[in-house]
C-alpha cells in the first residue's frame, strides 16, 4: 500500500553496473511550479495534457495534502481540491484528461475513521469534485494508482486493496459518467501469487484497457504483472520472465500495441505487447549509470513514445531520466532538471512531440521537496 513504484525501487543499493550511452541532445526545459499557499514541500504525481497549453497536474503538499495544478501555456496555477468533510491526509497519484473542463484524478485520502480509502476527483473546468466510489468487499484500505479515460464517460482505475489477513490484491473500477457512478470490476492474481497491484492502466479504444503492475509469491520474489479487460472481465497475459520485476506504467495506442515499463533489481524494464505476446525492449542507459528504474511513459503514436525514470552512478545525486522511442529503438535525452535529486514520476505527450514531464526535486544535502516540472 502507498508504494510509488519509481521511489520504492530507488530505495535500495545495486551493485550491478549498465553499458552506457551518451545522452541525444533535446529541448527539455524547466518550468516553475508554484507551492500552495502556507506549504513548504510538494511532489508532482501524475500529469495529463490535452494540448501544449493545457495541462493537469495531481500530487500533495506538505503532510500528504491532496493537490493539484493547472498549466495555461505560460505558467503552473495552483488549484484547490476538495474532500469529504472529517476526512484527513492523502494523495492524487494520477490524471487523466479528456478536454480542458474533463478530467479524472485517483489516489487515495484518510476518511473520518483515518482508514486510507480510494479517491476519485472530477475537474469539471472550474473546480475540482469529489466523487464517491465503492468500497471493495472485505477491504481494510484501498488506494487506486492511475486512470485512463477513453472518452468523458468512460474511465478505467486501477490500484490494489488490503484485506484483513493483510494480503495486498489488484483492484480495478470503472466510471460510466453521472448518474451510473464508478462500479468494482473482478481483478486475478497470478497463480501461486500472496499478494499483486497494480500500478498501471491504459484504455485504448474504451473496451480494451491493460493494466500492469507486480505481484509476490510466498517466498516474497516480486514479478511483472499484465492484465487486460476486454470489456469487462480481466485476464492475466504472461509477462517477460523477470525476477525482481515489477511494472508501473503503460500506454497503449491500439489494442495490440501497448509499451509498459518499470524495472527490474532497479534496471530499466520494458516491455511490448502486440496483441498476442509480451516481448522486452532494450532500454539503453546514460553513461556510467548503475540504477535506471522508470516511472511512466505516454504513447501518442506507435512510432511516438516518451518514457521518465532515474538513475544514479557511483556518486552523485539521482538524476532525471527521460528517452524517446521512435518506432524501432529507445534514445536517451537530456534533461533541463538541476544537478540535484531529481525524480520524475509522470509524463504525458500531445501529437505533435510535446511532452511533460512532472515529479520532484531534493535539494542535495536536504530540504524541503519542490515540485519538478519540464516541457519538451
Known sequence: ?????????????????????????????????????????????????????????????????????????????????????????????????????????????????????????????????????????????????????????????????????????????????????????????????????????????ATSCTAVGWSTDSSGTESALAEHSAPKVWTIEATVSTPGAALGSVSCTSADNCIAVGAANLIALAEHWDGSTWSAQTVPAPTGAITTPLSAISCPTASDCTLVGQFTRETGPVQALAEHWNGSAWKVQQTAAPATHNRPNSVSCTTGRTCTMVGFITPVGGGPQVPLSEQE
Open 1 to 205: 500500500m502507498r508504494r510509488t513504484l519509481a521511489i520504492a525501487m530507488a530505495a535500495a543499493a545495486l551493485a550491478v553496473c549498465t553499458p552506457g550511452v551518451a545522452s541525444a541532445a533535446s529541448s527539455w526545459t524547466n518550468q516553475t511550479v508554484p507551492l500552495p499557499s502556507g506549504a513548504t514541500s510538494a511532489q508532482l504525481t501524475g500529469v495529463s495534457c490535452v494540448s501544449a497549453t493545457d495541462c493537469e497536474a495531481v500530487g500533495y503538499a506538505n503532510n500528504l495534502m491532496v493537490q493539484a495544478w493547472s498549466w495555461d501555456g505560460t505558467s503552473w496555477t495552483v488549484q484547490p481540491v476538495t474532500l469529504p468533510a472529517g476526512s484527513g491526509s492523502g494523495e492524487l497519484r494520477a490524471v487523466s484528461c479528456q478536454s480542458a473542463t474533463n478530467c479524472m484524478a485517483v489516489g487515495y485520502y484518510d476518511n473520518s475513521s483515518g482508514v486510507p480509502s480510494a479517491l476519485t476527483e472530477y475537474w469539471n473546468g472550474s473546480a475540482w469534485v469529489f466523487l464517491p466510489s465503492p468500497g471493495r468487499l472485505g477491504a481494510v484500505e484501498s488506494e487506486l494508482n492511475a486512470v485512463s479515460c477513453a472518452s468523458a464517460t468512460e474511465c478505467t482505475a486501477v490500484g490494489d486493496y488490503r484485506r484483513r489477513n493483510n494480503a495486498t490484491l489488484p483492484l480495478a473500477e470503472q466510471w460510466k459518467g453521472f448518474g451510473r457512478g464508478w462500479s468494482i470490476q473482478a481483478t486475478p492474481i497470478p497463480a501461486g501469487a500472496t499478494d499483486a497491484a497494480l500500478g498501471g492502466v491504459s484504455c485504448k479504444p
